[in-house]
């Protein structure tokens, strides 16, 4: 499993933990929840993670566009052995045109391989980048909604009328502790997960990046390659229009 793809299973377990009993339908657990995420300690907390998993997201996208380079390069090479392969049999060199022929067969395999890596990085990135704006969307709530219980709270002291919402001290208490305690769990995960990828050989010291892979080596088949060499041999020794 890929460094992204643990990180998105993480995320999700941490996005869970906290959206989940929002959006269901116990409004119950929905408004203990928001009381949590009203409670300074813990909010703080998810908005560091935020910053965190923001970097991770960018990370992903700045590697995904490392993927397509590699891929796109790749398809020049193709063009280039193609073009080379014509050329060396018509200058009657067969051994090496043989020779490109069966790279450039390696080649078109390298890019479907290249290229499946690419689709899976790019739908959990997407993956990705939802969740992080979950848990962003979520501290802003969760900031928007103390600052107006803030805002009633300053209006009561001089209103009277204006009932103060009073919590369940030891509920509320309890709560924050398992839930705390479920992300300091996940916390803990993720700083595991990136020290061990920081241990690996990285291109800069604080990139946290997956690494390239690594170009394939795929067996020729060296009877396509004959099937392919007699067909551009057959197409190149027909006179073209220019000479007809």
Same mark, same amino acid.
Do not use: C, W
């Given at each position: 499993?890929?460094?992204?793809?643990?990180?998105?299973?993480?995320?999700?377990?941490?996005?869970? @933990?906290?959206?989940?009993?929002?959006?269901?339908?116990?409004?119950?657990? &929905?408004?203990?929840? !928001?009381?949590?995420? &009203? !409670?300074?300690?813990?909010?703080?907390?998810?908005?560091?993670?935020?910053?965190?998993?923001?970097?991770?997201?960018? $990370?992903?996208?700045?590697? $995904?566009?490392?993927?397509?380079?590699?891929?796109?390069?790749? %398809?020049?090479?193709?063009?280039?052995?193609?073009?080379?392969? #014509?050329?060396?049999?018509?200058? &009657?060199?067969?051994?090496?045109?043989?020779?490109?022929?069966?790279?450039?067969?390696?080649?078109?395999?390298?890019? +479907?391989?290249?290229?499946?890596?690419? %689709?899976?990085?790019?739908?959990?990135?997407?993956?990705?980048?939802?969740?992080?704006?979950?848990?962003?969307?979520?501290?802003?709530?969760?900031?928007? $909604?103390?600052?107006?219980?803030?805002?009633?709270? +300053?209006?009561?002291?001089?209103?009277?009328?204006?009932?103060?919402?009073?919590?369940?001290? #030891?509920?509320?208490?309890?709560?924050?502790?398992?839930?705390?305690?479920?992300?300091?769990?996940?916390?803990?995960?993720?700083? $595991?997960?990136? *020290?061990?990828?920081? &241990?690996?050989?990285?291109?800069?010291?604080?990139?946290?990046? @997956?690494?390239?892979?690594?170009?394939?080596?795929?067996?020729?088949? !060296?009877?396509?390659?004959?099937?392919?060499? *007699?067909?551009?041999?057959?197409?190149? *020794?027909?006179?073209?229009?220019?000479?007809?």
């Amino acid at each position: 499993m890929s460094f992204f793809k643990k990180l998105t299973t993480l995320v999700q377990s941490q996005i869970n @933990d906290i959206i989940s009993p929002m959006s269901s339908d116990d409004d119950n657990k &929905g408004d203990v929840v !928001r009381r949590i995420l &009203g !409670r300074h300690e813990v909010r703080q907390g998810l908005e560091g993670d935020a910053v965190t998993l923001r970097k991770r997201v960018n $990370e992903a996208v700045e590697f $995904e566009g490392k993927l397509q380079a590699q891929v796109d390069k790749l %398809y020049q090479e193709i063009a280039n052995l193609d073009a080379e392969a #014509d050329a060396l049999l018509q200058a &009657g060199n067969e051994d090496t045109a043989r020779q490109k022929l069966g790279r450039l067969q390696q080649t078109q395999r390298e890019i +479907t391989s290249l290229e499946n890596d690419l %689709y899976e990085h790019r739908t959990i990135t997407q993956q990705l980048m939802g969740q992080v704006a979950q848990l962003e969307a979520v501290v802003e709530q969760a900031k928007r $909604e103390q600052a107006e219980k803030a805002a009633q709270q +300053t209006a009561a002291k001089t209103n009277a009328s204006i009932p103060v919402e009073v919590e369940n001290d #030891d509920e509320t208490e309890t709560l924050v502790g398992g839930i705390a305690a479920k992300l300091d769990e996940t916390r803990q995960k993720l700083g $595991e997960l990136i *020290a061990n990828r920081a &241990g690996q050989p990285l291109s800069k010291p604080d990139e946290l990046v @997956d690494e390239l892979p690594p170009p394939s080596v795929h067996p020729v088949d !060296r009877k396509k390659v004959d099937e392919d060499m *007699a067909k551009r041999i057959s197409r190149l *020794a027909k006179p073209s229009n220019d000479e007809s």
